[in-house]
């Protein structure tokens, strides 16, 4: 296993990576949404840091990305999401009344999900790597 410099994230190379099945290899944001969710009840999901996930942090991962996320970029494929659409979701977010510390929490949540993708060699960029917030 080695690691990306630029993200933190551990990243398995090698020949394994071609046999991941063509279904597998571009899935869309909600369909990673579901694995995650469920990979997190199970106590499988890791965050960053290789710890679980507590009980807070999967609710408010679940209240995330099982609503806005999934609502608004669950069919974009998780290769193709970029840092303005994030944003865009963000401040559309923000625009409709939500609060800063709640828009800090999605933003987060976005970013653990592809933190998952990334381990399971699904995507090699974050769009929600140091995104924007709205002031």
């Known amino acids: ?3 990306d410099s630029y ?5 398995t190379r090698g020949a394994e990576r071609d046999v991941v099945p063509a279904a597998r290899r ?3 944001v909600g369909d990673m949404v579901d694995e995650f969710l469920l990979a997190i ?3 499988f999901a890791r ?10 942090a999967a609710r408010e ?8 996320v999934r609502e608004h970029l ?5 290769a193709h999401l970029r840092r303005d659409d994030v944003e865009g979701l963000v401040y559309d977010l923000s625009k409709a009344g939500i609060s800063r510390p709640r828009l800090r929490a999605l933003a ?3 970013r653990a999900l592809y933190d998952y993708a990334a381990e399971k060699d699904l995507v090699r960029h974050n769009p929600a790597e140091r995104i924007a917030l709205p002031e």
């Open 7 to 11: 993200s933190g994230w551990s990243v």
């Open 26 to 28: 571009d899935p869309s």
């Open 108 to 110: 987060s949540s976005v």
């Open 1 to 3: 296993m080695t690691y």
């Open 41 to 43: 009840d199970e106590g």
């Open 74 to 78: 669950g069919t974009i494929p998780m």
């Open 47 to 56: 965050d960053r840091y290789g710890r679980t996930f507590t009980r807070d």
């Open 61 to 68: 991962l679940h209240w995330s990305l099982d609503t806005y």
